[in-house]
């Protein structure tokens, strides 16, 4: 019995690294996880926003215009690093909307009216609690939302770099030009 137990360890150890690590080592890019989230209708948006600007609706994400829309906080480095990528896009005519999770409203409305507001529309998740919803860990997080309200497109982190310019421009120029 106790030999048994001395070879127990090891051999689950050597099913788990070849069942499960190994091949994930090996995947076309291991560095991304899919999002499950990928050709299904967009979560329910929050129903709460900021006074003086338009509220962020679940029609807005099924008017047949494609949609960004990015998890952005007033206390995140990376969302202020990206945000002049997201008043280009806005400036380019890309249809961004936001929505700020877990942020104080008075704090958000005086980062936007300071550096510029690139969204036509924002709703805010204080809570947390529909950030959940669209699987979103940590802001900042942007998808690309087909005009049917389907999810194209999942970035996780900030618009900024190599990885933004590999993988969201493609992926946002497909959905654009699928859309026309």
Not at 21 to 45: K, M, Q, T, Y
Not at 106 to 135: H, I, M, Q, S
Request: charged share 20%; glycine share 10%.
């Amino acid at each position: 019995m106790a030999k048994w137990l001395m070879i127990l360890p090891p051999v689950i150890f050597l099913g788990l690294l070849g069942g499960i690590f190994l091949p994930g080592l090996w995947r076309d890019n291991p560095g991304v996880l899919p999002s499950v989230f990928i050709d299904r209708p967009a979560p329910v948006v929050p129903g709460t926003g900021l006074d003086g600007v338009p509220l962020l609706t679940d029609a807005d994400l099924r008017t047949g215009e494609v949609t960004v829309v990015n998890f952005w906080a007033t206390w995140c480095p990376p969302c202020r690093a990206e945000h002049p990528v997201l008043k280009q896009m806005a400036a380019d005519g890309v249809r961004v909307a936001g929505i700020n999770i877990m942020d104080d409203d008075a704090k958000a409305a005086a980062y936007l009216a300071e550096e510029g507001n690139p969204f036509f529309a924002l709703a805010t998740d204080p809570k947390g609690r529909n950030r959940v919803e669209w699987g979103v860990t940590a802001p900042p997080e942007t998808f690309i939302i087909r005009g049917d309200g389907t999810v194209a497109f999942k970035f996780v982190g900030p618009l900024v770099g190599t990885d933004y310019e590999t993988r969201f421009v493609p992926a946002l120029a497909a959905a654009l030009k699928a859309d026309e």
